[in-house]
């Protein structure tokens, strides 16, 4: 198994399944960049002949830029799948993955990537919170493809301090091409709209995200997830803005 970390990140895969998430590092990475040890740990995993094949990566090799945002990116390559992964965020926090797989087994395969982004600073007083996850299914062999939940696990699972905080894509859930050789989308879902905008508890050490999934035999798939925590605004905070929204009918008088 080989893992590669490239000094700078290279979000555009080979597989054509990746491309849906290419637009992450347009978003992520608009200032200059300069090479650090990431405040993120990373679990990439499939399975082979029923044993599982795990790369835990704890001082990921990325990029940060004059905005505080950081990506890195990486693939994991056995007899029987490709695993191609990114990460982007920000320790405010905010953890956006994106992995894109390709089953070359003659039987399922399942995949997961965890990744758990550190918060600095801590979030003390309650946090709002939001997510979203999507992505897409491609049937190469022209014989169907399913992508669908591991049993008694969810897509998508938003964990707080390590413990879970919120799931979506929940079992049983599954996307199935029955046309040869087309393709199909996993169905993009959220929470804490407008993101972030759900009530969380204090964030005390970190946010992190896994996604999992079961793929059919020779078929490819690209899964992407977004966590957000923010702080409550202070009393003040609230307090200031009502008043500028109480003043504005006062200003508009003056103003005219």
Known sequence: M??????????????????VFAVLAVVFFPSSLFAVTLPIDLSVTGWANGEMVSQEISDVE??????GFFGADGRVETA???IDWTVTGNQDPVVTGAFAVTNLANTPQIFELSMTVAADPTIIGGSFTGGSMGGSLIDITGN???LSTVPGRPLYTALIDGVEFATMGDAP?????????GAAVVDPQRFGQPIPSMAGPDVLDSIAITLAFELSPGDAASITGVFVAE???????????????????????ILR
């Open 231 to 253: 702080p409550v605004p202070e009393p003040g905070t609230w307090l200031l803005a009502a008043l500028a929204l109480l003043g504005l009918p006062w200003l508009r008088r």
């Open 2 to 19: 080989d893992v590669k970390h490239p000094s700078r990140p290279r979000f555009f895969h080979t597989l054509p399944s990746a491309l």
């Open 144 to 146: 169907g493809a399913t």
């Open 80 to 82: 029987l799948h490709t």
């Open 62 to 67: 990325g990029d940060v830029n004059a905005d």
């Open 173 to 181: 859930f599954s996307v199935t091409i029955n046309d040869a050789f």
